[in-house]
């Protein structure tokens, strides 16, 4: 079924090891983002992507880097994880033409 | 610069009742709106989206929002609510000028429905 798939799923890291989140999409979608849910602080904008080899900083961009090599798939990288990156982490994207996101089903992430 | 404000936190309604989740947003150009659920653990889902034309838009469950340009409301409805509403639900905006803000959605932090039986 064509959509946005993410891997992992859930995942717990220890404070300072590393990780990449992947999220790929199939429909030749332009426009990809990565967003982090909090209680009471809905989703914010972490990085995101208008096109292959090309990353933007969004609302919250610290600790986190991105990659888009590839069209179909944008990576979100944690160097060093810290107990604040603790969250549910959502991969959205979006056609030329679109109106509304494609959303991921989510990674949760916890940071030990 | 885009934004959302949801101002309750919580709603809690009766079963069969009517039910209202408020949103009111800030956008440079026009906007189009949306409204996603999420029920517990699970990802956000698509309710419905205002993109022009009628005032009332209908969405998937029964749900349906009415947009205010003059109030730059967006405020979710229906008309008698279900105990399998409870969920979390977020109104999102994004300005319709072609490539503004990159396409980005801007969120509220989320109402928190609770229908009781």
């Known amino acids: 079924n064509a959509g946005v798939t993410q891997t992992p799923k859930f995942r717990v890291l220890k404070t300072g090891q590393s990780m990449t989140l992947l999220c790929a999409q199939d429909m030749n979608h332009e426009y990809m983002y990565w967003y982090r849910q909090d209680p009471g602080m809905g989703l914010r904008l972490i990085h995101y992507s208008v096109g292959e080899g090309t990353t933007a900083k969004g609302e919250v961009p610290d600790g986190y880097n991105v990659s888009r090599l590839k069209k179909q798939n944008f990576l979100l990288g944690l160097e060093s994880a810290a107990p604040s990156q603790t969250s549910v982490y959502f991969c959205?994207?979006?056609?030329?033409f679109g109106y509304g996101y494609t959303f991921g089903s989510g990674t949760r992430l916890t940071v030990v | 610069a885009q934004s959302v404000a949801q101002p309750e936190d919580q709603v809690n309604v009766a079963e069969g009742n009517p039910l209202t989740v408020k949103c009111t947003y800030s956008?440079?150009?026009?906007?189009?709106l949306f409204w996603y659920v999420q029920y517990p653990n699970r990802g956000l889902q698509f309710l419905l989206k205002y993109i022009t034309g009628d005032n009332l838009v209908k969405g998937s469950y029964g749900f349906e929002a009415e947009f205010n340009k003059s109030q730059t409301s967006f405020h979710l409805k229906k008309p008698s609510a279900l105990v399998s509403d409870s969920a979390l639900y977020f109104c999102a905006v994004r300005d319709q000028r072609s490539g503004a803000g990159s396409y980005q959605l801007t969120f509220g932090k989320g109402t928190k429905l609770s229908v009781i039986p």
């Open positions: 956008v440079s150009g026009n906007p189009y």
């Open positions: 959205a994207s979006i056609g030329q």
